[in-house]
Every structure is written in C-alpha cells, then in structure tokens.
C-alpha cells in the first residue's frame, strides 16, 4: 500500500515562477525523500530529510517536513523548462519497515 | 560504473507467453527491488531482496517470480504473461537492506505490452 501520497496530480507554471507540491503519509517516518523522473526515464532522487529536521535546501530546491502534520512539502524556486518531469515522495511502507514505497507523484509542467 | 541496467528496453509478448526482465548493478548494493508504474497509479512494489538469496514479496507480487542468486543480478520472471502486466517496469538499488534511509538507485525501465 502507499503510505505518501502527492498534491497536487498536477501542477503547470510558466519559468521563473516558484512550484510547491506536497505529500502527506499516515504513520510515523525516519526519514522522508523526493525524487523526480523525466518523461520515460527512471526515478532519480532529489533529497533526503529526516524526522529531525524541519528544513533542507539544496541549490533551488527546499524541502519543509512537518512531522506533527505528517506532511512534507518541496520548493523549486524559479522553476526552468528543464524541471518539467514528476516529483515523487518515498516513505517507509509501514510504521517501522525499512521499504520505500511512492505515491502517485505530482506532474510537473513549466512553460518557457 | 554502469549504475542499474535493465533489458530489455521494451518487449511485446503474447497471453500465455514467459519472459525474463534483467536488472544488473555493479556497484556492490545489498538492497535490490522491482516496480511496476502503470498511468494513474505511481510505483508499486512487485519483490525485493535484501542480499543474495534472501528475497520477499512487495504490495503486488502475483504473477511474478524472482531470485537473486548473485548480489549483481535480479531477474524477474512472468509466467505466464497477461495484458494487465502490460506496464513499464523498473528496477532499482540501494547500498544496505535498511533500503528507506538509502537513496534509490533506478534503471531506465522495461516497457511491456501483453497482446
């Protein structure tokens, strides 16, 4: 079963604008990642934030978690055609279990 | 480093026909797995192993087999292959067995179409 799910579905911007999407999950986590996966390509991870963090940045990339809300969100500032893929959350598959499952993946579409 | 290999890139199989997906890493990781990812509905795990010949069943394991008699390598096998396998399916690595703290390592996919 998924335990993080993605939102928005989809999300479409023009270049330069800022993009959030957000994932929620139902149990207690370690640690929480994000990867992205262009059009027909393979997963490739973006970042990794753990239970005790609460922020991590990385180059236009920033990532919130907020563990009492059981949600996560990433930021992609000043959004480039080349950001154009999904973004996927990866959670434990279980409260405790050492498999990471993914949502749905939010699609994201930015116009030059 | 060749990183996750998959073959084949694509495959067009009758009902009732078998296959084998390759996955190959050459990077020494314990942890191993297999996805499907069909429109609408993410990533589904199918198997996962966690070192050479230790492998477990994910959320959607029916109709597929596994075996992980190397740390390199892991095959998955359809038996006998239905049109509701058709998906593109992707292999993925990590360096331990605590696979969730790792960063997943994913091949370029197999891409699937049962007739």
């Known amino acids: 079963s998924q335990q993080g799910e993605e939102d928005p579905q989809a999300l479409s911007i023009q270049e330069g604008e800022n993009a959030t999407m957000n994932c929620s999950y139902k149990?207690?986590?370690?640690?929480l990642q994000w990867y992205r996966q262009n059009s027909g390509r393979g997963l490739v991870h973006l970042i990794l934030?753990?239970?005790?963090?609460r922020e991590k940045h990385s180059g236009r990339l920033r990532v919130t978690l907020d563990t009492s809300k059981k949600s996560s969100s990433l930021l992609i500032t000043a959004s480039r055609a080349a950001d154009t893929a999904s973004y996927f959350c990866?959670?434990?598959?279980?409260?405790?279990?050492?498999?990471?499952?993914f949502g749905r993946g939010t699609s994201l579409i930015v116009h030059p | 480093n060749a990183g996750v290999t998959q073959t084949p890139k694509f495959q067009v199989l009758k009902t009732g026909q078998s296959m084998t997906l390759q996955c190959a890493q050459d990077?020494?990781?314990?942890?191993m797995s297999w996805y499907r990812q069909d429109p609408g509905m993410g990533l589904r795990l199918i198997h996962y192993?966690?070192?050479?010949?230790?492998?477990d069943q994910g959320e959607v394991p029916n109709g597929y087999n596994v075996s992980r008699s190397t740390t390199e390598d892991f095959p998955l096998r359809l038996l006998s292959a239905a049109p509701s396998q058709t998906s593109v399916y992707f292999c993925?690595?990590?360096?331990?067995?605590?696979?969730?703290?790792?960063?997943?390592?994913f091949g370029p996919g197999t891409r699937l179409l049962v007739l």
């Open positions: 993925a690595s990590s360096y331990s067995s605590l696979a969730v703290q790792e960063t997943q390592y």
């Open positions: 149990t207690s986590i370690n640690n």
């Open positions: 934030i753990r239970s005790n963090e």
């Open positions: 990866a959670t434990p598959a279980s409260g405790g279990s050492y498999i990471p499952t």
């Open positions: 990077m020494n990781h314990e942890y």
């Open positions: 192993s966690v070192g050479a010949g230790i492998t």
